[in-house]
């Protein structure tokens, strides 16, 4: 094997070693950018998972929102409502005090009209309102 070696001149040693070591490194090259395309296409497989994650995400946040607004839309809704409901029951409560005012009124002038003075009251009271309710119904 060493005598071919001889048969090289001396001068074509270096362009020889030369293009040796460019095949070599050639060859490193290409291994590496093999292994690197291999990385890029996981690096692009888990930026594709992380994108579909960030639209189901966005998606997700604005079905949130949505619903949200709803329920807001809602509780205002009801907030409305529980005022209009309060304001009818204050007026139902005012008209019921009145009502009861007129009926106490009546009673105490049944009783005034009805006790003379000197007489068990409570009895008095008890046959003036008895009377006063028969008198409702045959009405």
Do not use: Y
């Not at 509780?75 to 139902?92: C, N, S, T, Y």
């Amino acid at each position: 094997m060493a005598a071919w070696l001889k048969l090289v001149p001396s001068w074509a040693w270096p362009w020889i070693a030369g293009v040796v070591l460019a095949s070599v490194v050639g060859i490193g090259q290409q291994v590496r950018v093999s292994s690197l395309q291999g990385d890029l296409q996981a690096e692009r497989s888990a930026h594709l998972d992380d994108a579909g994650k960030l639209g189901a995400c966005r998606a997700t946040r604005t079905t949130l929102l949505g619903q949200v607004i709803e329920q807001n839309d809602a509780l205002a809704d009801l907030r409305g409502a529980a005022q209009v409901r309060a304001a009818e029951v204050q007026a139902q409560q005012a008209q019921a005090e009145g009502m009861a005012m007129q009926a106490d009124l009546q009673a105490q002038q049944v009783l005034q009209e009805r006790t003379p003075v000197g007489v068990d009251a409570c009895s008095d009271a008890s046959l003036a309102f008895d009377d006063e309710l028969r008198r409702e119904r045959a009405q």
